[in-house]
């Protein structure tokens, strides 16, 4: 089913198309689990809507294009998902001038890759695309126009162009080592291993011949961002056992540049031969126009009348020196030479031996870590990072977000006696009790906050519940959680509605079901 978003408008086939891939979030468990609402209606919890900041995490890669002017935007997710993210896209006044379309995949086939999503909406793409996760969280200082250009510019026109970023401090828990085989001097990509955080590099001679400047570093990591030309569609519709994007396509691509196989056999299809005069040949002004039949019968009678006059002027008719009076005996051209003409044959046909080969290119552009942080919340970690990016970084999130304790009304809802630190966010209508402190934490909207609460560095979504006298330190608090009077809760990540009983002490747990009270609820 298609489901159109935005501004309906009637314009030229844009320059690049957007292809927004919104998975389930199985990494970011139990922050996605599926919740039971009045405990008899079943609802989802899209990633793409969790909140970065207090902003859906889907609303910043759409900003990022609606920055570098892309207006087509293909979203694709899980069936029952697209309700969701459609109703924020449709109400949502930051999409700017983008034309959203959506496209749905079953929740059931868990087995589908990246490259068989696109594989299976080829037909909705219609020009080089580029192809990103809705978990990619750019600083405000990467411009998505940095990797247009080096696309655009690029004379050998590559099938591929990726973003790289500098990784900043990796605890235990963060994204593997990966190594990339780059070549500094021509901006070739030359080398992604297939699948993160192995200990060993399958390299070839080829590779090497290829690029003998090649450099290899860890330094960098996968955004999974990417420009894709439109004929790697092709290839993935004549390439079936593809299913994955970042484990085997683009590493596949990597190493078709310098495999003369690979080049001989789908060559043609990533990199088609066109004339390069076709172009001129449509706008030329002196190209002969076709000729009917009757005009070409005419204008041939023409012509022999015409000759036939001259030769009758010259003499050369039947009576004359003619062709007709070269006597048989005399050839007008000497006999064919069959040892020449074999030779002739065997130096074509090593001429087409010789025909080289299509040329194909993967490039690159690096993102420096001192330029801004860029991230993929696409873990639980990476998550809680990305928030803690929003809280560092005013210009992550919309002035809107960042609490000022001067506004009105939004301040009557916070106790004068509340303690609200300048690195906090609070969202629109959330209550906060007397002697509460919150310190280095993101609360989202509508939620109450009781007396005596002690919040540092926590995410707590919207309509939560915390009661008097809880002490929250390094959490994950989901949407509508109740957690009664006098918990403890450290180190630990709650999926939606789940309610904590009175009085417990919980420590770097996860809770994914309810824990039902008959005495629990909101007051």
Known sequence: MDIIQGHDKSRITPEFQAVILAGTGTNLAPLTRNYLRGRTIEETVPKALLPIGNKPMISFPLAWLDAAGIVEVLIICPASHRQAISHFIHSSSDIGSLHCTFQTIDDDDEAIGTADVLRSFAGQ?????????????????????????????????????????EKGEVGKDGPSPLAIGMCLKTNTLSYIPSGEGRDDLELRMSLMWHSPTVRFTTRYLDSHVYIMRHTVLALLAERTDISSVKEELVPWLCR?????????????????????????????????????????????????????????????????????????SMPSSPPPNPRLNMARRGSTAGVEKQKPLPKLRCTYVTHALEDGVATRANTVKSY??????????????????????????????????????????????????????????????????????????CIIMDHTVIKDGCKLDNSIFSRHMVVNEKCTVKDCEAATGVILAAGGDFKGEKFEQYEFDDEDGFD
Not at 305 to 328: E, H, M, N
Not at 403 to 430: F, M, N, R, V, Y
Request: some cysteine; charged content about 20%.
């Open 125 to 165: 793409i219609q020009t080089d695309f580029i192809l990103l996760p809705c978990d990619f969280i750019p600083p405000p200082s990467l411009s998505l126009s940095k990797l247009l250009n080096t696309y655009r510019m690029d004379t050998d026109q590559p099938q591929l162009a990726a973003l790289l970023y």
């Open 256 to 328: 078709t540049q310098y495999r003369t196989s690979s080049r001989r056999k789908y060559g043609s299809i990533l990199n088609p031969r066109k004339n390069p005069q076709a172009l001129a040949l449509i706008h030329t002004t002196t190209r002969t126009r076709p000729r009917t039949t009757a005009a070409k019968n005419d204008e041939s009678e023409e012509e022999e009348d015409g000759l036939s006059a001259v030769k009758r002027g010259l003499g050369l008719g039947t009576g004359g020196l003619g062709f007709s009076s070269i006597p048989p």
């Open 384 to 457: 809680f990072d990305a928030n803690r990016l929003a809280l560092h970084d005013g210009s992550y999130v919309p002035a809107a977000h960042v609490p000022q304790q001067s506004s009105q009304p939004h301040d009557i809802l916070i106790d004068p006696k509340a303690q609200i630190s300048t690195d906090s966010i609070i969202g629109a209508s959330t209550r906060i009790g007397e002697r509460t402190s919150v310190k280095k934490s993101v609360i989202g909207s509508h939620c109450i906050i009781g007396k005596g609460v002690k919040i540092s560095g």
